[in-house]
């Protein structure tokens, strides 16, 4: 069958179930109504079946095929560790319950077609079935080997994937129980019957250092070492800056021009440069590294960097978009050394308000090499040595406070939601063993960086949006109004109130609330719940405005060194200065944006989840040196099978509900509560408690406490 013919086919049964008249028919029934010989019919289910797997029809339990949305719809399953899972289905709200004896084989991520059985009721979701899988999620598998006499097991190490991996005699590569291994499934098994796999590579044993964290990188599918055609070409660029490559740039080697970075970071990609006139206007220069420069379209290395989307930083290593001798050399704006920029350089009132801007290609170098604490020691502290030694930088320095508390300010009067959690900083020693966990807190010096990155970012979406230019922007959107309202009865329980207007939250109203509960036991526990109830941000080409920021127009722009999107956009902003975009190119870049969107997000997502799970797992391995040690917590989580803790250095642990002693706990969803029948005790968020270090599981990641007053 011919393309042609196969598309017209489709689009006749699609328009023919769309029909208001047309009544859901079986393979056979459907060949009758259409006059098909029994000779076409296998033509026939061919057809049906590739508009199943594209998710344009449906079909019901009985064999009837019909409109998608009246039998099966297409979604990606989420896995539980306890069998059940979700299926996501786009545009849909609500998740779809699939109980444990309804997943049909599905395993975590795959995309399958699901017969919604039960219309979703007043606070509770709608349950179906996995009527089909489309498309396999989970080709290899990372997990644990346990073996057996003539066969063995792989445990998988993601909990989601909630089926072990059956390896038969011969098939192990002579792994040993304990080691970490990849292994291939050859067959995805059924309803009574494991998955089947073969191992094809031993990562380490498992008290190996270094296995631990290479398991996850490996889970996640992250590149490790760049293609050799890539390292070639990153081998060839310069280490300086030839003169040539600085004509018909804007000179400003001679601004007093500084970085502020982390004491160990080695791609510097922002600088600034900032004074004040005497009518008390700012002019303000954020500089950002002209890698598009050296990242030509189209070539290996851009290539490469938009497969890996972003750099990713692990506890113990950094996996960079593009190849140190760019990130750490050429294209990092080094102390002393003249380098390319694409520079932002704005007028700002004593108000905050942007009096004008200018985007051009310069060339700029850098004078100080400042880290965070060294600035705030000089504008916070006031550290008379460090002000001494850099002289008029101090000064200078001062100068960026003032206008960073401006821009802030006017944020925040705007709406702007700042959730200022603690973070943390995981020490490792030698053999990549946590030895300490020490908090991570913002200071005056992040903040400036922070809101001169912020203004730049803005100041260039408002531009390009106004040129009606392909663009990509960073969105964020209101929140599921739905979620709202359940955070709203959840925080009456603490006194506490957010107005809805429309059924929407406007962004002030959150800040407010943030204000309103600072100081508080459950200060950070609201915190969390209302950061929970947002949307997660993304990149698109259509400006549609940052919730969190108030902001109705957002980019990133700031840090192409390790973010594809601003190495896209610094493209397109180079090429609008000097030649203007023709026809051909916006067409170009009409075409191409809305794939490098959906791309990066989906590699932000992956970098963040394998950024969380190397900190849980050296926080579980931390711990583990701590069993039998009392620790104050915060109930951070309540649910029906017990309480979440949290700790002062960010670890957080299970009180089963099985080990709180003295009565029978019950759980009230509504209040987020657990209640004794008998005594009345009474387990809530935001509760200050003490708990004792009961265990650590390092394959689950898993920490569990027992309540310590009851110890």
Not at 403 to 412: E, H
Not at 460 to 477: C, G, K, N, S
Not at 492 to 510: C, D, L, M, S, W
Request: hydrophobic fraction near 35%; proline fraction near 4%.
């Amino acid at each position: 069958m011919s393309q042609d013919l196969l598309n017209e086919q489709k689009e006749l049964l699609v328009r023919l179930f769309d029909e208001k008249s047309y009544v859901p028919m079986k393979l056979k029934e459907l060949a009758v109504f259409l006059d098909i010989p029994k000779t076409r019919r296998e033509e026939l289910k061919k057809v049906l079946d590739i508009l199943l797997e594209e998710g344009k029809i449906g079909i019901s339990k009985k064999g009837k095929y019909g409109r998608a949305q009246e039998f099966a719809r297409v979604g990606v399953f989420t896995g539980h560790a306890r069998g059940f899972g979700f299926v996501t289905v786009e545009g849909q709200q609500e998740d779809i319950f699939i109980p444990a004896e309804r997943t049909g084989g599905a395993m975590n991520g795959d995309r399958v077609q699901v017969i919604t059985e039960e219309a979703g009721t007043k606070g509770k979701r709608p349950e179906g079935t996995v009527f089909k899988i489309l498309e396999r999620a989970n080709e290899t598998i990372i997990g644990y080997y346990q073996k057996n006499k003539s066969y063995g097991f792989v445990l998988p190490d993601n909990q989601k994937l909630n089926q072990d991996i059956f390896i038969p005699q011969g098939k192990d590569m002579g792994a040993v129980t304990g080691h970490k291994v990849v292994a291939r499934i050859t067959d995805f098994g059924g309803e009574r019957r494991k998955p089947e796999g073969v191992i094809t590579e031993i990562i380490g044993h498992v008290n190996d250092p270094g296995t631990d964290i290479l398991s996850i990188i490996k889970a996640y599918d992250l590149p490790q070492e760049f293609p050799q055609e890539v390292m070639r070409r990153a081998q060839l660029m310069p280490g300086e800056v030839d003169e040539r490559e600085m004509e018909g740039r804007l000179d400003l080697r001679l601004l007093p021009t500084v970085t502020i970075d982390g004491e160990d970071a080695k791609d510097l990609d922002d600088a600034i440069t900032i004074s004040r006139e005497r009518d008390g206007r700012y002019t303000l220069g954020v500089h950002i590294a002209d890698v598009t420069h050296y990242v030509r379209e189209g070539m290996p290395l851009d290539e490469e960097a938009l497969k890996r989307g972003t750099s990713v930083y692990l506890v113990d290593r950094v996996i960079p978009m593009l190849p140190h001798k760019l990130s750490n050399g050429i294209c990092s704006l080094n102390q002393g050394e003249d380098r390319l920029a694409l520079s932002c350089i704005m007028e700002i009132d004593d108000k905050g308000n942007m009096l004008g801007h200018q985007v051009a290609e310069t060339v700029i170098r850098v004078d100080r090499r400042m880290s965070y604490g060294q600035v705030n020691a000089i504008v916070t502290c006031q550290d008379q040595a460090l002000k001494e030694e850099y002289g008029e930088f101090a000064a200078m320095f001062r100068t960026m406070k003032e206008l960073s508390d401006i821009l802030r300010a006017k944020r925040r009067q705007r709406g702007s939601i700042d959730f200022d959690f603690p973070e943390s900083k995981i020490v490792l020693d030698d053999n990549g063993r946590p030895i300490d966990i020490k908090p991570y807190e913002r200071n005056a010096a992040t903040r400036i960086i922070e809101d001169f990155m912020l203004m730049a970012n803005e100041t260039i979406a408002e531009d390009y949006f106004w040129q009606e230019l392909p663009f990509v922007y960073r969105t964020h959107e209101y929140p599921d109004p739905e979620k709202m309202k359940r955070l709203g009865t959840f925080i009456n329980n603490f006194g506490y109130a957010i107005r809805t207007q429309n059924g929407e939250v406007h962004p002030k109203e959150v800040q407010k609330l943030l204000d309103s509960i600072q100081g508080t036991d459950e200060e950070a526990l609201i915190s969390r719940l209302t950061l929970r109830s947002m949307r997660q941000a993304r990149y698109g080409t259509i400006c549609t405005g940052h919730y969190g920021l108030a902001a109705n127009y957002y980019t990133h722009f700031t840090s192409p060194i390790r973010r594809y999107p601003d190495l896209q956009i610094h493209r397109i902003i180079k090429e609008n200065l000097r030649t203007g975009l023709t026809d051909k190119r916006i067409i170009h870049y009409e075409r191409i944006l809305p794939e490098v969107a959906k791309r990066c997000s989906a590699m932000e997502r992956r970098a963040d989840e394998a950024e969380r799970e190397t900190d849980r797992l050296k926080k579980c391995q931390y711990m583990s040196a701590h069993i039998g040690e009392v620790f104050e917590g915060v109930i951070s989580g309540v649910t029906g099978w017990g309480l979440y803790v949290e700790l002062p250095n960010t670890v957080e642990g299970l009180v089963h509900i099985g080990e709180l002693k003295g009565d029978y706990f019950v759980f009230d969803e509504e209040r987020m509560e657990l209640t004794g029948e008998r005594t009345g005790v009474r387990y809530k968020l935001g509760q200050k408690v003490s708990v004792l270090v009961k265990g650590c599981d390092k394959l689950t990641r898993n920490i569990d406490f027992l309540l310590a007053e009851e110890e």
